[in-house]
């Protein structure tokens, strides 16, 4: 995949003030613009070299989403069972795969407390990955203990619902999360430099105070990789986008479908996806540690742009904010391509 750098004399005065802004926050701040416009594609920033790696956060659950459809247009997982038909669970109320892939299952993002909760008040969301020493069984004895819940067709955000639909494609497929997620993403996707990292070594670091702010780590058998353990770099990411616009794959289709939930601030859900009523937009951001992204694809316009950035930056200087400004820029033709 061809792609062109552009300068800053492509973008209006606005958007670099806030460019700027986010790098001005201290001198190891790093940021990597994608944007992709009618099969041509083009970066900017200066974090946009191949082997600067960024966490893409929850961005990783539009990836697990595309997967667990993939499963299903193989007839291995029904979208209407309910996850007990997969899972040895005591007898109660369990949400479908589908309520779990567009968060209406009615789990909330930080299930499970009794163990997210002790992690953030002693290490903090950035220090530390607050989903770290998680495995399947925390998983069942969770939803164990929310069986007796009710399953309304309401929008509420969850890493949870990623971290059973983990355990439900390794049930069917009898696979780790890591070589489940790699796998597709590396040889369906053909993402080469995407994939699950376990270590500290990647770059660029963010740094506070001139201390080295540790990375997420993540074991092999962790469910919560399907929710946020994905790694990758902007020319992945372009590519990324790249199938959403063009590639007629079931599975990448399947999840634009918008889903008829209930839901505050406009927002409507895809599978995996986010939208908003009547809008041709998709997007998701994510945040890992001090890691931050941002994806906003549209196939009607043939548009698509992503943000990665080392740190998460403060009002309107942060990748989200980034990225919404340039989707208003491209979309009014205020950027020079």
Not at 181 to 198: C, R, V
Request: net charge positive; glycine share 6%; hydrophobic share 35%.
């Amino acid at each position: 995949m061809k792609i062109k750098e552009l300068e800053r004399k492509s973008f209006r005065k606005k958007f670099l003030d806030c460019y700027d802004s986010y790098l001005n926050l201290s001198k190891y701040q790093h940021i990597a613009i994608g944007i992709y416009k009618a099969g041509e594609c083009y970066t900017f920033g200066n974090g946009i070299k191949g082997d600067f790696m960024y966490d893409i956060g929850s961005i990783s659950k539009t990836l697990s989403a595309h997967l667990i459809l993939k499963l299903s247009n193989e007839n291995l997982i029904n979208l209407n069972d309910t996850i007990d038909k997969y899972l040895d669970l005591k007898k109660g109320n369990y949400p479908t795969i589908n309520e779990l892939l567009t968060h209406s299952a009615g789990y909330n993002n930080l299930t499970p407390v009794e163990i997210t909760i002790p992690a953030l008040l002693k290490h903090g969301y950035s220090k530390k990955n607050i989903y770290e020493e998680i495995v399947d069984i925390d998983i069942i004895k969770a939803l164990q203990r929310r069986r007796k819940t009710k399953h309304k067709k309401i929008y509420g955000y969850s890493d949870f619902a990623y971290a059973v639909l983990a355990l439900v494609a390794k049930k069917v497929t009898n696979k780790e999360y890591s070589s489940l997620l790699d796998d597709f993403i590396n040889k369906d996707l053909e993402l080469s430099n995407t994939k699950l990292i376990l270590n500290d070594n990647r770059y660029p670091y963010s740094i506070k105070n001139h201390k080295v702010i540790p990375f997420w780590k993540w074991r092999l058998d962790n469910p919560y990789l399907f929710s946020g353990g994905v790694v990758s770099n902007i020319n992945d990411m372009l590519q990324y986008i790249s199938h959403q616009i063009e590639n007629k794959t079931q599975y990448i289709i399947d999840a634009h479908n918008v889903v008829d939930i209930k839901s505050k601030n406009n927002i409507k859900m895809c599978k995996g996806w986010h939208t908003y009523n009547k809008s041709h937009q998709l997007w998701h951001v994510g945040g890992v540690g001090t890691f931050r992204s941002s994806i906003i694809v549209n196939k009607h316009l043939k548009l698509g742009i992503v943000v990665l950035g080392n740190t998460k930056g403060i009002s309107k200087a942060n990748v989200h904010y980034i990225a919404k400004m340039l989707y208003s820029d491209l979309k009014m033709k205020r950027v020079k391509l």
